[in-house]
């Protein structure tokens, strides 16, 4: 079995400032963990995967994220927030051998403030 | 590369009607297919997904059914829609030697 868990439904930032959003993971084999981004009224797209390959991946648009495997957290960074980052966000993960293979956190809308 | 063309994307149904989602892919053979749920304010809710042709899983009981006539069509219905049916409705694949999903637009759906 595998879950996720995202802390905090809504976070908000002021334009440059770092963005964190946090990511919890369980899951019974090695994981492939994701981030997506959605903005409203449109479908989910890529921000950055993890894979077993390095642990600190970085993604589009500036983020990136961290593997922690004693922490099994996998939180998205930025270190400066644009106005355009203001979406939410999701947290997902997946182990390999079955066709439902995505399973997603409950997402953070992340605001950013001027 | 891969493509989800999901139609239409929005609609208004009134209760009791039926519905019909369409979702066609391009890029990629035999992939796995999910249709998924947004109510508003709320996470992603995995509904349905397949791994072939008349291979359907459901995941949550409801008043929702789905089929996969070809290998990249995957249909959403419904004979009768409740108001509870409204949200955005997502497909996405998984599929070839990528992990993660690709996602369509969404099918943003109220039912009034």
């Known amino acids: 079995a595998q879950s996720v868990t995202q802390l905090g439904s809504h976070v908000s930032v002021s334009e440059g400032a770092l963005v964190l959003l946090r990511c919890n993971y369980s899951?019974?084999?090695?994981?492939?963990l994701f981030w997506y981004v959605q903005y409203p009224n449109q479908g989910l797209q890529l921000l950055l995967k993890y894979t077993s390959a390095a642990t600190l991946v970085k993604g589009i648009n500036g983020f990136e994220a961290e593997f922690k495997k004693s922490e099994t957290s996998f939180h998205l960074t930025k270190p400066s927030a644009h106005m355009s980052d203001a979406a939410e966000y999701f947290c997902?993960?997946?182990?390999?051998?079955?066709?439902?293979?995505?399973?997603f956190g409950s997402g953070t809308q992340l605001t950013v403030l001027p | 590369s891969q493509t989800i063309h999901q139609w239409p994307a929005t609609l208004v149904q009134p209760v009791g009607s039926p519905l019909s989602l369409e979702c066609t892919v391009e890029?990629?053979?035999?992939?796995?297919l999910y249709w998924y749920r947004q109510a508003a304010g709320r996470g992603l809710q995995l509904l349905f997904y397949?791994?072939?042709?008349?291979?359907i899983s459901s995941e949550v009981p409801q008043n929702l059914s789905a089929s996969r006539p070809q290998d990249r069509q995957f249909i959403l219905s419904s004979k009768k829609l409740l108001l509870s049916d409204s949200g955005f409705y997502l497909c996405a694949l998984t599929g070839g030697y990528n992990t993660e999903a690709f996602f369509g637009q969404g099918t943003r759906l109220t039912v009034v």
């Open positions: 397949s791994i072939g042709i008349d291979q």
């Open positions: 899951s019974s084999v090695p994981p492939y």
């Open positions: 890029g990629t053979s035999n992939p796995n």
């Open positions: 997902a993960v997946s182990s390999s051998g079955s066709a439902r293979q995505l399973t």
